[in-house]
């Protein structure tokens, strides 16, 4: 073969297997050889485009009260104005928000021009006005249950409630220093002093936003009954008595004072409506979490010790999870006979 004819035929042959690698090689090296083409490298180097953001399907004005409830949580923030904190145990202080959630024991707090409202599970509100300190020394609620019980501890300034289902199917009380209180499905405002004040605790009874007025027992701390509130815009004031006692003694709410208290009932009626829709939603979303906990428990761990519907009580259980099978030899069976008697054919 000649030469140029050998040269020909290597250049139909061999150089078409050979022009991938030549141009992958162009591809990976450290300049692009063709800086006017809009690709920096070829397909298969190229990278993923980073997925999307994560999109919510609640708005993004959704008020985080929806937010779903600590287990062992018994209420939340419905209104807050100012700086207002809560102390749990031996930590510090610490600033509350609007949906926090609150917790039995926890120690509120309103500074000075602050105001704070607070629904529990049972749509109890508690209204705090400025520079007042209440402690929720325990709750106990659940829905149809008897023994639901709720106490509060007014340590200095003015709380304002609106008592609910602990009240009607439980045990309510709120105390101070002096005296202990008996709710029974009221709204009540409790004022108490600061230390080194010459005002007198006072206790008031008003009727509930729908006209209904309960009834606000006193008793003192060792137990004594004082007395009850059972009328509207109703007050005790609470002083010393004899041998050292406290007397509970009922008084007209002047028309200032009932001015003022106007104000701290409005406040109340408002935090009681926002709350009212928060304990709503905690309440479903409990129900919906047991439910979903429910629906992903195994078969053979049900509540109340009931059995899985494959199991047969005071029987041999299939391994397989089905019912066990009846105890029959395989094959055609013998046919038995009919009657008591003789079967036998007559000749």
Known sequence: MKRREFLKFLS??????????????Q????????????????PYQQPYPPPPPAQSNQP??????????DDKSIGQVSALTGRCTVTRGKALATALKVADHIFANDALQTDV????????????????????????????????????AASFHVATGTAAFVASLVARTGDMKVS??????????????????AAGGTGAPAIKLYPDAD?????????DRQGGRLGE???????????PGPNGRIVATAYR???????????????????????RQIAIQRRQTRTMNRQRQNNLRPNNQRPNNQRPNNERPGGRQNPRGGPQPFNRPLGPQPLRPRGGGNNKRKQ
């Not at 591809?27 to 070829?42: D, L, R």
């Open 27 to 42: 591809y990976s090296g450290a300049q692009n050889p063709y800086p006017t083409s809009p690709y920096q490298a070829p």
């Open 211 to 219: 006209g209904h007025v309960g009834r606000i027992e006193v008793f």
């Open 12 to 25: 139909g042959a061999i150089w078409p297997a050979l022009w991938p690698l030549a141009a992958r090689a």
């Open 176 to 193: 101070t220093d002096n005296a202990t209180l008996g709710i029974r499905g009221t709204t009540g405002v409790v004022e108490v002093p």
């Open 60 to 69: 993004a004005n959704q008020s985080a009260a929806a937010a779903a409830p």
């Open 229 to 239: 509130l059972t009328q509207g815009a109703s007050a005790f004031s609470l002083r």
């Open 253 to 275: 709410i002047p028309p200032q004072e009932a001015a003022r208290d106007r104000g701290v009932l409005q406040r109340l009626s408002a935090s009681h409506s926002i709350g």
């Open 113 to 148: 021009n602050a105001t704070l409202g607070i629904t529990f599970d049972d749509e109890t509100t508690f209204s705090l006005s400025a520079n007042t300190r209440i402690v929720v020394d325990k709750f106990v609620y659940e829905e149809g249950a008897s023994g639901n």
